[in-house]
């Protein structure tokens, strides 16, 4: 039997079958690595979400540290000194949940006393100085002669994460 060469070069058959696979492993391919971004995707989403949620945490501490200044700004706490004067709590939700940690000092002149309330490290011992009593701001309302403003720095930290969040905040006094 003699063999064709011309024959077996222009034989088609199983062409189909060769290109079939060769298509299905790209579209696999293609499939996998949808899959791989979206899943990629997903995590990125989660990661925000909870990024977000700690900061919304730690901003509803520094905000029920504001509406509720009664519960630190006390007379303990305006009898201590002004380098001493701190305060610290955490903020829950009605399902006595942790929201946030707070910590609460005075803000006042580093050149008048020692600066580390919290500890050498502590983020809530690092913000800008002034003194902590002056006369009020112009725009407040309060008359200068008959009115003094303390200010104090409000901490609030996320506990599951690294937010951290900062005010200055000012309650105004009546000299006499």
Do not use: C
């Not at 079958?17 to 298509?23: E, G, P, T």
């Not at 919304?56 to 006390?74: K, R």
């Amino acid at each position: 039997m003699k063999y064709d060469f011309e024959n077996t070069i222009n034989n088609k058959s199983g062409f189909l079958l060769v290109s079939a696979i060769f298509i299905m492993a790209i579209l696999l391919i293609a499939g996998l690595a949808i899959v791989q971004m979206s899943s990629t995707e997903v995590k990125t989403s989660r990661s925000e979400q909870v990024i977000a949620m700690d900061f919304y945490n730690a901003e509803a501490g520094i905000i029920e540290a504001m509406d509720n200044y009664a519960v630190w700004l006390d007379n303990d706490y305006l009898l201590e000194s002004i380098d001493a004067a701190s305060f610290e709590d955490d903020v829950e939700n009605m399902d006595n949940e942790v929201l946030a940690h707070v910590q609460i000092r005075n803000i006042y002149d580093p050149d008048s006393a020692v600066n580390d309330v919290f500890g050498s490290d502590d983020p809530a011992d690092d913000f800008p100085f002034q003194e902590h009593i002056a006369p009020p701001p112009s725009e407040s309302g309060f008359s200068m002669v008959e009115f003094d403003a303390r200010r104090y720095a409000i901490t609030s930290t996320a506990p599951d994460s690294n937010s951290k969040i900062q005010t200055g905040a000012y309650k105004v006094f009546n000299k006499f």
